[in-house]
């Protein structure tokens, strides 16, 4: 009698079994997929540039992330309001996704260093220390309020 | 008086007829300020007509200049005079020995009406604005 209960009870512990499993069955899909996309995001991230983080990638065009979604680059540290494991698909514009950058050096400087034009011109001081030029004692005073702007 | 003032040189100054004195007026900032006294360190070392004409012939390079790169900028233009001690006149620049003097002044002449410019003064009458040569040269025959 006592082999006969065991066997009764490995019957009823197979039918729980196989009623969980049944239960469970329409939802696998689900189960996977939610496997892989927590190993997705849980993957480590690429190497940056060692340049900062405001220097464009190469080629200038943010890469593909392992979603397969094109992302613009974030900030370290920006708050996300996206739950783990709901990806977002963002779609960015060719034209925005592409920063262009364009470096202008310094113009040379052009005009020459002084010339001789006053040259053998007497050069005097106003009584407030300006710069005058011309003999003192010409009979007409121009005075040039200026800025070198 | 960019345009016209080797006409007026060649014309009345260097013959002997006009004095044609510079003052500053501090309208526009830093960039004015830093020039003014760029050119008056020059002028400590007899360089200030010299430097004068660079700081009007460079003059959009100083506008393209942020405010803080004017001093080695100008220290690199004062390099560029002909026997002008480049220690003394860097030392000027960054000790900013001419600037109070040149403030002084200033705040002097606003108290005149001098308060844009350019504005010339000749023989007593003002002309506000940039003139010809044949508006100068009018107002210069009427003094003499």
């Known amino acids: ?149 | 008086m960019l345009t016209v003032e080797p006409q007026v040189i060649e014309k009345y100054v260097r013959p002997g007829r006009v004095k044609l004195v510079f003052r500053d007026v501090l309208n526009h900032g830093e960039r004015t300020i830093r020039t003014s006294e760029a050119a008056q360190c020059a002028g400590q070392q007899g360089q200030f007509w010299q430097m004068h004409e660079l700081l009007f012939a460079r003059q959009e390079t100083t506008e393209r200049t942020a405010p803080a790169d004017l001093v080695p900028l100008l220290q690199r233009w004062g390099a560029e005079l002909p026997g002008l001690d480049p220690a003394s006149f860097n030392s000027c620049l960054v000790e900013r020995k001419t600037q109070q003097a040149i403030q002084a002044a200033d705040a002097a002449q606003r108290r005149q009406g001098i308060t844009s410019q350019p504005i010339f003064e000749i023989g007593g009458r003002r002309l506000l604005g940039l003139q010809s040569l044949a508006q100068i040269s009018a107002a210069v025959d009427a003094v003499r």
């Not at chain 1, 540039?49 to 900030?75: C, D, E, I, K, L």
């Open chain 1, 1 to 149: 009698m006592r082999g006969d209960g065991n066997l009764r009870n490995l019957q009823q512990l197979t039918a729980h079994y196989n009623a969980g499993i049944a239960r469970l069955k329409p939802h696998a899909h689900l189960l996977l997929l939610s496997l892989l996309l927590a190993a997705a995001c849980g993957s480590p991230p690429e190497p940056q540039a060692a340049s900062g983080p405001s220097s464009p990638t190469a080629g200038g065009t943010p890469r593909p992330s392992a979603t397969g979604a094109v992302t613009a680059a974030a900030p370290t540290g920006a708050p996300t309001g996206v739950p783990t494991g709901a990806p977002t698909l963002i779609p960015v514009p060719a034209a925005a996704a592409t920063p262009i950058v364009v470096s202008v050096p310094p113009p040379p400087d052009a005009a020459p260093a002084a010339g001789p034009q006053y040259k053998g011109i007497p050069v005097s001081r106003t009584q407030d220390g300006f710069y005058a030029l011309g003999a003192p004692e010409a009979p007409v005073t121009i005075t040039d309020y200026s800025d070198f702007l």
